[in-house]
């Protein structure tokens, strides 16, 4: 597909990287179906969009006419033909688990133009593998953003085993679109690139504080003062979802070996659903 041609997209998953790629698209002016599995989800979802549109026009990164106009563009449905019926590009953000994906992506070739391309948010999943249960394998390939997507520059664009260079061409062409920098990743591996590094970093904090060497406070001030990363290992782990953390290190842990064993403090959280911002209590409380 030619880049120019891309009018339509729909996303599949309105939590924190449905909603934030939703909205990154519309201010880029494409006609955005913002698509989730119940009524509540997709309305939570296009509210996040209307705060953070709001917060931006706010500080004056864009105008009250172009907040205004994104979330014009945005619709928000529950009906999965509709989402992607008349889509030329299906952005896919579901849960990062590999049979959910999966099963989205037989359904989701049901409906989709034959011409539509499938590019999936997965943060770690094998493209290859998701590819295959597709329609399209040569259409088909990762496009992962970054939490949160409207403030965060890269977009890994990865490549699956089949995947044609014209697809991966149009989805950096449309990354640049949408005002980000994408890097192609070659290859298909769990974690690509910088989740092999970032994800483990958050393990290994966690580790830290299980064995009881440090407390959260003391490992999140090394991180952000020593390291001079933007946030401490623990805050970041609460803005992208301690869940999503935990399911990136339990595909790599499983793919990659021992290397990548979720830290068991991980899965407390998970269990406990204290996943971070999103549920208003993680390593830190938000309430
Ligand atoms: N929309 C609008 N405003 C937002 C926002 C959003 N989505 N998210 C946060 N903000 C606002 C905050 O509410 C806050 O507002 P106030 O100042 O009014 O309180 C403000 O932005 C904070 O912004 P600042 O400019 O003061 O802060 P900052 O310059 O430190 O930037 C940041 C914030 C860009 C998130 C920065 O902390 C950062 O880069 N953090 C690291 C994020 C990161 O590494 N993300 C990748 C995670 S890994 C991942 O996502 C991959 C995966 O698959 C797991």
Redesign the pocket.
């Known amino acids: 597909m030619d880049p120019d041609e891309i009018d339509r997209i729909a996303v599949l998953g309105a939590g924190n990287m449905g909603h934030?790629i939703a909205e990154v698209a519309a201010l880029a002016g494409y006609d955005v179906t913002m698509r989730d599995i119940n009524e509540e989800f997709v309305q939570n979802g296009y509210e996040q969009i209307e705060w953070?549109l709001d917060?931006?026009a706010e500080k004056d990164q864009i105008s009250r006419d172009e907040a205004d106009g994104a979330l014009d563009r945005v619709t928000p449905v529950v009906d999965l033909e509709e989402a992607v019926g008349d889509a030329d590009v299906v952005i896919e953000a579901v849960p990062e688990k590999m049979d959910i994906k999966k099963e989205v992506y037989r359904e989701v070739a049901e409906y989709a133009p034959p011409a539509a391309i499938f590019a999936t948010n997965t943060?770690s999943l094998s493209i290859t593998e998701l590819s295959e249960v597709s329609d399209r394998p040569e259409q088909f390939c990762g496009m992962?953003f970054?939490?949160?997507p409207?403030?965060?520059q890269l977009v890994e664009v990865i490549s699956g085993a089949n995947t044609a260079d014209e697809t991966l061409d149009t989805i950096e062409e449309l990354a640049e679109s949408l005002g980000k920098t994408p890097v192609r990743v070659r290859k298909d591996s769990p974690g690509f690139i910088?989740?092999r590094i970032?994800v483990p970093l958050m393990n290994e904090a966690a580790w830290i504080v299980d064995a009881d060497d440090a407390t959260v406070a003391e490992v999140d001030s090394t991180t952000k003062y020593d390291l001079g990363l933007?946030?401490g290992s623990f805050e970041?782990a609460d803005?992208?979802g301690i869940d999503?953390?935990y399911h990136?290190l339990e595909y790599m842990h499983q793919e990659l070996g021992d290397a990548y064993r979720p830290c068991p403090l991980l899965a407390e959280k998970v269990e406990a659903e204290d996943l971070g911002k999103k549920t208003g209590r993680g390593f830190y409380d938000y309430e």
């Open positions: 934030g953070s917060k931006l943060s992962h970054f939490n949160p409207v403030r965060m910088v989740n970032l933007p946030m970041l803005q992208v999503v953390g990136v």
